[in-house]
């Protein structure tokens, strides 16, 4: 249907044997900043006084996975969990404590939805073989300066499972992203050990089904990338991030694709929709 692979055979080479790819200038400057301004936006208008409540509220648990939940078909934000003080209230602007905003930018605001459906972003799944991709969630991740959290070694499978295995990370730095100020960090060829655990949602909440093994920090490399690079990352990657104890915030925006085309959607998963998100092709 007209969709034509962006991906020269050095470049799926790549990807294939060590798990993920880093494509430079992915983004334009004004790609970049047309983002980073829309959800100065967003935030600007986001009333944190209602979030925040969930924090401080005895059913704390059931709200506080409402909110998760929830937010598969919304823009919500979350905060960091250095945010609040013992008072219970923000210790610092609320543009300088959220953690991330997901879960359906793509779908929901014009900005995302442009870059997330833009053929760059199909011509990509298509040179990774999506038949019938859809993005099943996205997240603006800020990692901000000083209490930016850490993100534990993990694989973006063990989250968003289909049966087969089907999802791709895609990690847009929109400013750039340094050890210092929290950058990706994946074990080469981990994809190829296949998934380790997966992320289960019960009538008790959400859990693993298995504990995390342990990994060792040496075979860990750090992704630096520069504001624009595009960062592709197999379901299976094992990858993490570490505390952003820097002076410098990491925004990035990343989306999930996985395969609707012969690949289902898992029941146990965490994300359950009422309504079925649309493909961004079909080939
Ligand atoms: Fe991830």
């Given at each position: 249907m007209g969709i034509v692979g962006n991906l020269n055979p050095e470049q799926l080479q790549s990807f294939h044997s060590q798990g993920y790819l880093v494509i430079e200038s992915f983004s334009s400057p004004e790609e970049l900043e047309s983002m980073i301004k829309r959800m100065g936006h967003l935030l600007d208008g986001f009333d944190c006084s209602s979030t925040a409540s969930v924090f401080s509220s005895k059913n704390q648990k059931q709200l506080t996975d409402d909110h998760f939940y929830d937010s598969v078909e919304r823009i919500s934000f979350f905060f960091e969990?250095?945010?609040?003080?013992d008072d219970g209230n923000?210790?610092?602007s609320k543009q300088l404590s959220i953690n991330k905003v997901g879960h359906a930018l793509h779908e929901i605001d014009p900005v995302f939805t442009k870059f997330s459906r833009s053929e760059k972003i199909s011509s990509l799944l298509s040179s990774l073989g999506y038949k019938r991709p859809v993005i099943i969630q996205s997240m603006y991740i800020?990692?901000?300066?000083?209490?930016?959290g850490e993100v534990v070694p993990h694989q973006d499978n063990s989250f968003l499972y289909t049966e087969p295995a089907s999802c791709t990370g895609l990690w847009l730095a929109l400013e750039d992203a340094t050890i210092t100020n929290g950058c990706l960090w994946a074990i080469p060829?981990?994809?190829?050990?296949?998934?380790?655990?997966r992320f289960i949602r019960d009538e008790d909440g959400v859990h693993f089904d298995r504990p995390s093994p342990s990994f060792d920090h040496k075979d860990f490399v750090p992704i630096e990338v520069k504001a624009g690079s595009l960062v592709v990352l197999h379901g299976d990657l094992i990858h993490q991030s570490f505390e952003n104890q820097s002076s410098k915030s990491r925004h990035a925006f990343s989306l999930h694709a996985v395969e609707t085309d012969g690949c289902v959607w898992a029941l146990e998963n965490w994300m359950r929709r009422k309504v079925e998100p649309e493909p961004l092709y079909v080939s």
């Open positions: 969990e250095k945010a609040f003080g923000l210790k610092q800020f990692k901000q300066p000083g209490i930016g060829g981990s994809h190829k050990n296949g998934l380790v655990r």
